[in-house]
């Protein structure tokens, strides 16, 4: 386990060297260079030659990556054009606020669709299972932006269930030593703010779980389906356990592998941003950061946010592996 | 229950009036009646096991014998209430003690399973939930039935295991399965059946899947303890000489109905049904000779005089190439295995160690040994596909694997394999005749019509009409998969066809039939086989020469009739003691 774990981890330095070159190249093949991309299309010639100097655009191309890699490994990765803050701050200010957003949808996606999967499967041909058929058909084909909007109009603009958008009531003055708002509220007490906190989650949450909904619960059936006429559970059957053991010990813990795999995919995806959810929401986190930084040219940005979520994104998946040894002692021997 | 029970060999005449008039009601453990079994399927009802009548009594065990698709898995199942969600009792009783087993709630069914009925799978690889160690297995049927608490639940099971011959068992109780052999699951799965002292123990072809020197370990020690606790068995097995063994009643199951039932020597020596008949004219066992057609080639002689060669340094002889198709030439394997731990250095594990063989044109030779004896890395070698690590391997005189890729290609088609599962080496998507077209294709064979017309030679070589060319590998019954493989092999007029364990998946019937259409096409086309099998009567039907390896290691080699007749070594006499039927032979 431990030895899989460094592996891993050892293996995130050439993949994270690789994007680096990547992402540096990127920038520098901008037409005009970065410094057009900096400055916008109608700089002048002299501005132009002040910032290549300033940031060192004329010397070889070897040493501009070098001097870049060696700013990124003391965790600098640079100041955003927009904002003019560092963009690892901007990172660490708005990736909480992603975080919540993918537990919140995680907790719809796995509490919905392991069920749905499972009832589905125990009852194939019912009619739930047919119904989970066409759920999951809609949860997948509906674009997320166009559920987001209709959940926004339905559920805030006309019943006023839910706040459009936004994390927080303005109007509401809390605390936030974390920058996860809803523990921020817990932690200090301020029950109203995290209360309101998780209310602006809610439609965000429900735009961006569904399509893991849908395919966990697919997922979910389908390994169940199998595992359910496996012989080792004819065979559990015939030592006449009840049936609580056999549903949980038997058939859903062995159906978990499969489905474990997609949410860990899932998990990463969600993580990295939802830009189109986020957006409609007007929801602080990474991704609708990171659209605002592409309409905006705002390169450090982009540079950085791509970085720092492939980071994310391969210590997620990281994660799901080391999980699926504690599900299966075979993977635990491999592993 | 007081009174202990004497092994009757239980008289089962065919009316159910006369069966209760001699019955000692406390005797009769299970007593089926008339059963019926539909299985509802697209096109209706259909009626997996019809009119079955049969009776266990305490402490005698009853075989069900029948071929695959005979009906006798789903009647046992029946039995204990576990037949698949779409099957289901149409008619009769299935009387286990004063209840009637079709009739009770699922609640009770479950109770009844756990405690008074027990279960032995066949599989063992497949009937352990993967995920979950041993001891816990068992644990949770004691527990979940009320036999032992939660605390000493444990204590019990490792007694269990210990009781079942399994060593160390109070270690192997916190393993998972996948640590396990195969005899050792089968072990764990017996202590499982056996755990809440059923009075009915249903064993489906439980050791079907085991080599045979375990098989005979393991069903000595079934049989001990079903005897010292008094267990009814229902043994469910396609293998006349188990049965015969084992039981004291045997039941002939035949296309879902009872054909025929009684003592298990008078069925076996005087069987009355035809079909009783042809299994026993086709069980493979010590007393079959080779295939009679197989012997009329009239090269034995030939054979007996150029066999000498072999052993005796026949490697400088020159003119010994030209009479060995293959020429086997100290040839070992090793294979690295890598270590567990962080910085451990990976092992070297040695599967084939210094094999020498010789295969005469047109003979059979056959390999045989327990799984791990390296039989089946021998073969793969042979049909170069693992490269051995010393030694060589020569085919009709040149040098195998020292060629390029076209050498390779042009190697394949003159060597072909036919693998043991014929359910897994066909590709399910594709119909039968793609099957056997594909080779063909593969290696540019003629246009599509001289390709069709090669197919239908082949098909009717093997005995396939054209109507099942258009089938698909679902739509064919274990014995029809097997002569679409065999079709496959020969499709580019191969000299040499390596089967590895290519009847061992097979009811005996069929089994018989594709050895007398393998002995056919040698005789037919003049083949070379190499025979890998761990099945010792079928090398009897079917090999002029068989080696028998152990650990890697020839142990012992000659003609089938020497090795048979006078093993010299231990282990063969191990081997020839184990397989199932000796008594059957006695008896004969």
Redesign the interface.
């Known amino acids: 386990m431990?030895?899989l774990i460094?592996q891993r981890l050892l293996l995130l330095i050439p993949l994270l060297l690789g994007l680096s070159v990547l992402l540096f190249a990127w920038v520098r093949a901008l037409p005009g260079g970065p410094a057009t991309a900096l400055l916008g299309e109608r700089a002048t010639p002299e501005a132009i030659a002040r910032i290549n100097t300033l940031y060192g655009f004329d010397q070889p191309l070897y040493i501009q990556y070098f001097k870049y890699l060696t700013r990124l490994l003391q965790g600098d990765f640079g100041v955003s054009t927009r904002t003019a803050r560092p963009v690892l701050d901007e990172f660490i200010t708005r990736f909480p606020a992603t975080i919540e957003l993918t537990v919140v949808a995680l907790i719809i996606a796995i509490g919905i669709g392991i069920p749905l999967g499972y009832v589905a499967a125990r009852r194939a041909g019912s009619i739930i299972d047919h119904s989970s058929v066409v759920v999951s058909l809609i949860g997948v084909t509906v674009p997320v932006f166009f559920l987001a909007f209709i959940l926004k109009y339905v559920f805030a603009v006309e019943l006023g269930w839910f706040p459009s958008t936004g994390r927080q009531d303005p109007t509401i003055n809390a605390t936030h030593p974390t920058n996860f708002y809803v523990l921020d509220g817990i932690l200090t007490g301020e029950w109203d703010a995290a209360w309101d906190a998780l209310m602006h989650l809610v439609l965000p949450g429900i735009a961006l779980g569904t399509i893991p909904l849908a395919i966990v619960a697919r997922m979910t059936r389908a390994a169940v389906s199998e595992v359910q006429?496996?012989?080792?559970v004819?065979?559990?059957?015939?030592?006449?356990?009840?049936?609580a053991?056999l549903r949980g010990?038997?058939i859903l813990?062995?159906s978990m592998l499969p489905v474990l795999t997609t949410i860990g995919l899932q998990v990463g995806l969600l993580l990295s941003g939802a830009v189109l959810t986020e957006t409609v929401f007007a929801f602080a986190g990474i991704g609708s950061f990171l659209a605002e930084a592409v309409f905006n040219a705002d390169y450090p940005v982009m540079q950085g946010f791509v970085l720092l979520i492939a980071v994310v994104y391969a210590l997620v998946n990281l994660f799901v592996d080391v999980s699926y040894g504690l599900?299966?002692?075979?993977l635990r021997?491999q592993q | 229950m007081s009174d202990t029970p004497e092994k009757t060999p239980a008289t089962l005449p065919g009316s159910i009036a006369d069966d209760r008039a001699d019955d000692r009601a406390d005797d009769v453990v299970l007593r089926v009646e008339d059963l019926c079994v539909d299985f509802r399927t697209e096109n209706g009802a259909a009626r997996a096991v019809s009119n079955a009548s049969l009776t266990v009594r305490r402490g005698q065990t009853v075989a069900i014998v029948g071929e695959s698709g005979s009906g006798k898995t789903t009647l046992a199942m029946a039995v204990l209430g576990l037949l698949a969600s779409n099957g289901s009792v149409a008619e009769g009783h299935i009387w286990f003690k004063d209840e009637d087993l079709g009739r009770v709630s699922t609640q009770r069914m479950a109770h009844l399973r756990g405690t008074e009925l027990g279960l032995v799978p066949q599989d063992p690889m497949t009937n352990l939930n993967p995920i979950m160690r041993i001891g816990q297995q068992i644990d949770e049927g004691l527990i979940d039935n009320g036999l032992r608490s939660r605390r000493d639940a444990r204590t019990r099971t490792v007694e269990l295991l210990d009781e079942v011959g399994l060593p160390d068992a109070g270690r192997r109780a916190s393993q998972y399965p996948h640590e396990f052999s195969g005899g050792m699951r089968q072990r764990a799965l017996i202590a499982m059946g056996l755990s809440a002292r059923p009075a009915l123990l249903v064993a489906d072809e439980p050791t079907s899947a085991l080599d045979v020197t375990v098989q005979r370990g393991i069903l000595d020690q079934l049989a001990g303890l079903t005897e010292d606790l008094g267990t009814a068995v229902l043994l469910i097995t396609h293998d006349l000489g188990l049965a015969a063994e084992r039981a004291d009643t045997v039941v002939v199951m035949y296309q879902g109905e009872i054909v025929e039932q009684g003592p298990a020597r008078r069925v076996l020596t005087a069987p009355q049904h035809d079909y009783t008949k042809r299994l026993m004219a086709a069980a493979p066992s010590l007393a079959s000779r080779r295939i009679e057609i197989a012997r009329e080639r009239g090269l034995d002689d030939v054979l007996d005089d150029a066999l000498l060669a072999p052993g005796e340094d026949g490697a400088a002889d020159g003119t010994a190439a030209a009479d060995f198709l293959v020429s086997v030439k100290d040839v070992s394997k090793v294979f690295s295995i890598r270590g567990s731990g962080l910085l451990s250095r990976s092992r070297d594990f040695t599967a084939v160690d210094g094999v020498s063989l010789d295969i005469p044109r047109g003979s059979t030779v056959a390999v045989v040994g327990e799984s791990g004896s390296g039989k089946s890395t021998l073969a793969r070698m042979i049909l170069d596909i693992e490269k051995p690590t010393t030694g060589t391997i020569t085919f009709d005189g040149v040098l195998v694997g020292a060629g390029g890729h076209r050498d390779q290609i042009a190697y394949r088609r003159r060597v072909q394999p036919v693998f043991q599962d014929p359910y897994s080496s066909l590709d399910p998507l594709y119909s039968v005749f793609r099957a056997i077209e594909e080779p063909l294709r593969a290696h540019n064979y003629g246009d599509a019509a001289a390709r069709r017309a090669r197919v239908e030679e082949l098909a009717e070589q093997v005995a396939l009409s054209k109507g099942q060319l258009r089938r698909f590998p679902a739509e064919l019954s274990g014995g029809q998969r097997q002569r679409v493989a065999i079709a496959r092999a020969l499709a580019l007029s191969p000299e040499l066809v390596v089967c590895d364990e290519a009847v061992s998946a097979l009811d005996v019937v069929v089994q018989a039939q594709i050895l007398q259409l393998l002995a056919g096409l040698q005789e037919e086309l003049g083949l070379t086989y190499l025979f890998i099998t761990h099945d010792l009567a079928v090398v009897r039907q079917i090999a002029d020469r068989v080696l028998v390896m152990q650990e890697g290691r020839v142990v012992e080699e000659g003609t089938v009739d020497e090795v048979f007749d006078s093993p010299a070594t231990d282990y063969t006499r191990a081997l020839l003691d184990a397989i199932p039927g000796k008594d059957l032979e006695l008896a004969l």
Do not use: S
């Open positions: 431990i030895r460094v006429n496996a012989d080792y004819r065979t559990a059957r015939a030592k006449g356990i009840k049936p053991r010990d038997h813990k062995n599900i299966d002692p075979r021997r």
